[in-house]
């Protein structure tokens, strides 16, 4: 179909993109390891940033592709491009209006802001304070992201995805520019990394719209808030996005809320928990940012369209090639994030500050954020599914119902298996929510084919099983006492590469037929 055909290629420029910004985001993660490690400035940034990157969660990317796009898409087909641009202008008023606000809010409430989402903080006066401090700092950067994600959101709409994959390299590339030039030269290095996270945000907001000009969106951006109360008023597409954002901000709230969760329980585990969260959800969100979340970025607005058009039989194929998709690309990466998650955090993390003990917390939290990593990537689909036929309340109502779960298997797995628990509680919860929302969605659209995915899954599975022994082998083969970066780098290109290879071989051996969405990604292929 063209529309598969249209998604891959779509995916495909997402995940270049994104890629890179991930390269970049590991090199800045690399940095903040050397010099930080998982010691108390780091347990205090990363409490600190998550504050606003919840409120950015909530307000922007998530809730802009719950509401925003489905809409935009249905008002692109059916009134053409200056109804668009009015869209945009009102949501970009209101967006600036609602995102000043809150950054005044949260800078005046971060002592009990943080109180409650790290509670186990308060025994320790100067960790406390200094994550107060933190967050005070980060927070402006709320206000420009949450106008980037306007443009963003305008952009994918269109379906111009590069610009809005690439720019979160723009925040890396600043912090990165910080922790080299800046955080080394003033006396509490922690402050330079929180000013960078703000110089970020601001990249990422202004490099939005040079596209958007090109696409007719100059003059379209005001601020003039009278005149966005009454269009809200009076607007039925803007109605329709309020309809819809309502339950959607309140379906990524109970996400963000089990994140949060996981930091308030992590932090009455042993100092550097947190941290450990952190480097394994780093390192499993390469797989699924790189290619699960650019297959449900690139399939909305082609979900939407359908949806528009009733055109269930196609919204059902598309569906399909989406999940059979994430299989062949999640399933091999699972293996490999297990097998090879010691070399790999050795590589990437093990400098100065970033001892042994690092390396052993944050792998396990990588095996067992791993065990979900089909599941996150499929919940995207799925999700998008249900935003694409403008149904953002089921997705709030499971999201409710695994809220619950996860906490419930916090408790349970952190007393025996520590942060590692915590982990797992998140990648067994995620299962039990996709599995759920699979079956409401089929009662909307009818079922799936879910012969030919439980197919495409044994085949997958068998080849990246093949995969997984050869990079086991070929790892442990090149394996030293004592290793440099230069051999570390050997030891893991060497089984990424051979595992690579024998997966594709393998794939072709029993037959897996998402090889071609390899060939789709490709421009004339």
Request: net charge positive; aromatic share 10%; with cysteine.
């Amino acid at each position: 179909m063209k529309s598969h055909i249209e998604i891959a290629r779509a995916a495909g420029t997402i995940a270049g993109m994104t890629a890179i910004s991930r390269i970049f985001g590991f090199i800045r993660d690399i940095l903040i390891a050397s010099f930080f490690g998982t010691g108390m400035a780091a347990d205090a940034f990363f409490v600190a940033f998550r504050i606003p990157n919840l409120l950015r969660n909530l307000l922007a990317e998530g809730s802009l592709s719950a509401g925003f796009v489905p809409v935009f898409t249905e008002t692109y087909t059916r009134e053409g491009r200056d109804n668009l641009w009015k869209l945009v202008k009102v949501i970009f008023s209101l967006m600036f209006a609602v995102s000043l606000i809150l950054v005044v809010l949260g800078i005046m409430l971060a002592p009990w802001l943080v109180r409650i989402i790290a509670p186990g903080f308060i025994a320790f006066p100067d960790k406390l304070q200094l994550t107060i401090n933190l967050t005070r700092l980060i927070f402006p950067y709320l206000f420009f992201i949450a106008l980037a994600a306007v443009g963003m959101g305008a952009l994918n709409s269109l379906k111009h995805f590069a610009i809005p994959a690439f720019s979160p390299a723009v925040f890396n590339i600043s912090l990165i520019i910080f922790l080299v030039f800046v955080c080394r030269r003033i006396d509490i290095p922690i402050y330079g990394l929180a000013a960078a996270v703000v110089a970020g945000g601001i990249g990422q907001f202004l490099i939005q719209f040079p596209p958007l000009m090109r696409r007719g969106g100059g003059g379209g951006f005001s601020f003039n808030l009278k005149e966005t109360w009454l269009a809200i008023k009076t607007h039925p597409q803007v109605r329709k996005i309020g309809i819809l954002l309502t339950p959607a901000v309140f379906g990524l709230a109970i996400h963000q809320l089990s994140l949060l969760i996981d930091t308030l329980l992590a932090s009455f585990l042993s100092q550097g928990s947190i941290s450990y969260l952190y480097y394994g959800n780093r390192l499993m969100q390469l797989p699924l940012g790189v290619f699960g979340i650019a297959l449900a970025t690139a399939a909305l607005p082609a979900l939407s369209a359908q949806a528009a058009k009733k055109d269930l039989e196609n919204f059902k194929k598309t569906l399909n090639f989406s999940l059979q998709s994430v299989l062949f690309i999640s399933v091999p990466a699972i293996v490999g994030l297990i097998v090879l998650r010691f070399p790999i955090i050795r590589l990437l993390f093990a400098h100065g500050a970033f001892g042994e003990a690092s390396v052993q917390g944050s792998a396990a939290t990588l095996l067992f954020y791993s065990l979900g990593l089909c599941s996150y990537a499929g919940m995207k689909i799925v999700v998008a599914g249900f935003y694409a036929l403008q149904d953002t309340r089921t997705p709030f109502k499971i999201g409710a119902v695994t809220l619950l779960i996860n906490a419930i298997l916090n408790l349970i797995l952190m007393i025996p298996l520590k942060s590692g628990g915590i982990a797992l509680a998140t990648a067994l919860s995620s299962t039990i929510s996709l599995f759920i929302l699979l079956s409401l969605l089929r009662r909307k659209i009818g079922p799936l084919d879910y012969g030919k995915l439980k197919d495409s899954f044994v085949r997958i599975l068998s080849s990246a099983l093949i995969m997984g022994v050869v990079c086991f082998w070929v790892s442990r083969g090149l394996a030293m006492g004592e290793m440099g970066i230069p051999e570390r780098i050997i030891q893991v290109g060497a089984a990424i590469i051979s595992g690579s290879g024998v997966y594709i071989l393998a794939s072709r051996l029993f037959g897996v037929k998402e090889m071609h969405f390899l060939k789709k990604i490709i421009p004339g292929k």
